[in-house]
């Protein structure tokens, strides 16, 4: 499975971003994917998931209700939504994918990842 992560930019805060992260290789509508997050001199946290199955989601407190995760299974391809975006959200954000339609939120369950897109939200 390879993922392709894309849609990072630099942007004032309060403002909107889209992320793309698509699959191909192996990949299928069926497998959880999940977007994290890594700033500089920090963690790689969890942000959101999707399961494979239903489409069930899940947020990191800080980012619900601003952002949302959502899939196209016809492009194989995982959004996220960001709106509100606040200089606490500057990272680079990487998309994962799971063999299993079960979500989960950390890192290690993740077995294939993407490259990584910056967002820098301003002040």
């Known amino acids: 499975v390879q993922l392709q992560a894309s849609g990072g930019g630099l942007v004032q805060a309060g403002g909107s971003l889209r992320l793309s992260c698509a699959a191909s290789?192996?990949?299928?509508?069926?497998?959880?994917t999940g977007w994290f997050r890594q700033a500089p001199g920090k963690e790689r946290e969890f942000v959101a998931a999707?399961?494979?199955?239903?489409?069930?989601?899940y947020y990191t407190a800080s980012v619900r209700g601003r952002f949302t995760i959502s899939r196209s299974s016809a492009k194989n391809t995982v959004y996220l939504q960001m709106n509100s975006l606040k200089p606490e959200d500057t990272a680079v954000y990487y998309c994962?994918?799971?063999?299993?339609?079960?979500?989960?939120?950390?890192?290690?369950?993740?077995?294939?990842w993407g490259q990584g897109t910056l967002v820098t939200v301003s002040s």
């Open positions: 290789g192996r990949a299928s509508s069926t497998d959880a």
């Open positions: 994962a994918a799971r063999s299993s339609w079960e979500l989960k939120t950390a890192p290690s369950q993740y077995g294939y």
């Open positions: 999707i399961s494979g199955s239903y489409g069930d989601t």
